[in-house]
């Protein structure tokens, strides 16, 4: 048996085939087993309609482009275990 554990996802919100939007929405209502990844969403628009969209949709975090690494590690280290 082949067993991955997904952890943590970070998406960008415009990709091609799907929005990472509807990535989200997926991975909240089809995800298995618990628990679920964390979701970070990544645009370089960072219009206040996304952001309130992601946070709806079950996004741990909100970034925009250009991302600051730095900003990054101290969101991931502040993630609860």
Same mark, same amino acid.
């Given at each position: 048996?082949?067993? /991955?554990?997904?952890?943590?996802?970070? /998406?960008?919100?415009? &990709?091609?085939? &799907? /929005?990472?939007?509807? @990535? @989200? %929405? %997926?991975? %909240?209502?089809?995800?298995?087993?618990?628990?679920?990844?964390?979701? &970070? &969403?990544?645009? $370089?628009?960072?219009?206040? #309609? /996304?952001? %309130?969209?992601?946070?709806? @949709?079950?996004?741990? #975090?909100?970034?925009? *482009?250009?991302? #600051?690494?730095? $900003?990054? *590690?101290? *969101?991931?280290?502040?993630?609860?275990?």
């Amino acid at each position: 048996e082949h067993h /991955s554990e997904v952890v943590l996802i970070l /998406s960008d919100i415009n &990709m091609p085939g &799907m /929005s990472g939007l509807e @990535l @989200l %929405r %997926r991975v %909240r209502t089809e995800a298995a087993p618990p628990p679920p990844p964390r979701v &970070m &969403m990544i645009t $370089a628009y960072g219009d206040d #309609d /996304s952001r %309130r969209q992601a946070l709806a @949709l079950g996004a741990d #975090d909100f970034l925009t *482009k250009p991302v #600051d690494f730095a $900003a990054l *590690k101290e *969101k991931l280290l502040a993630l609860p275990a």
